[in-house]
């Protein structure tokens, strides 16, 4: 099943306000070297076909020409956003714990920035049509562990400190949310979803979660902060308990 294109299944990377107004010049500058790319291979596109005599070789291949355009476009938002990524990882490394949601603060600061980075590079991963190159391919690109033979590009799933085994479904409309923010606290804490492990539709699982091998979480469930689900079993519920 696929979601509806509203539901686009872009990972969840929220930005405060003051931060985004103030730093708005990194993800335009970012948007528009995404494009040099692009840019580029249209113009030697043109060159090369829009002869005379090769008229109707340039119009037969412009539908092959946007679809090249399409995955140009993703990689180089991908590559971009990655360079800024390294750098901001220099200047501070990103880490686990609870922080306070004030912008002096450097890890939230920084963590923010790296979502303005990530954003544009993930919205138009959501955003092209084809099956190919999807959330996964991009969340691995930026640090995510996502195992084999998983399938969960239809669910919403956090950048950073995320941890997926192979064989893992994730179900249409599921979040994974490794922070969560609390009044005048902002935390961070890495998700564990171990092999094997099947997590229905809308479900939520909260920051420091661990899912072990085989568990099976029931669709509308969610975890708590900090809840770990025992190898081999079967959870349901707001929030999940041991089915018995």
């Known amino acids: ?81 990655f360079l800024f990524l390294t750098i901001l990882r220099l200047l501070h490394e990103p880490k686990e714990g609870k922080f306070n949601r004030n912008i002096k603060d450097k890890d939230y600061l920084y963590w923010n920035l790296r979502n303005l980075v990530k954003k544009w590079p993930l919205f138009i991963t959501a955003s092209i049509p084809f099956p190919w190159l999807k ?18 590009d239809n669910s919403w799933i956090s950048s950073e400190f995320v941890s997926i085994g192979r064989n893992v479904i994730i179900g249409m409309g599921t979040t994974i949310l490794s922070f969560g923010i609390e009044q005048d606290n902002f935390i961070l804490q890495k998700i564990i979803i171990e092999d094997n492990v099947l997590i229905g539709a809308k479900c939520s699982v909260m920051y420091g979660s661990t899912i072990k091998e085989g ?21 349901i519920g707001h929030p999940a308990k041991l089915k018995s």
């Open 1 to 81: 099943m696929f979601q509806p294109a509203s539901l686009k299944g872009i990972s969840p990377c929220p930005i405060d306000e003051r931060i985004r107004k103030r730093f708005l010049i990194l993800y335009i500058l970012i948007i528009l070297l995404s494009f040099i790319p692009c840019s580029l291979f249209e113009y030697f596109y043109i060159i090369y076909f829009w002869e005379e005599g090769s008229y109707w070789l340039f119009f037969l291949l412009l539908p092959i020409n946007i679809l090249i355009l399409a995955y140009i476009l993703q990689l180089s938002a991908i590559l971009f956003s």
């Open 135 to 152: 959330n996964r391919f991009t969340l691995r690109f930026f640090g995510t562990k996502i195992g084999k033979k998983c399938i969960c």
């Open 215 to 235: 568990v099976k979480l029931s669709a509308h469930s969610f975890t708590n902060p900090y809840q770990v689900l025992e190898k081999d079993s079967i959870y």
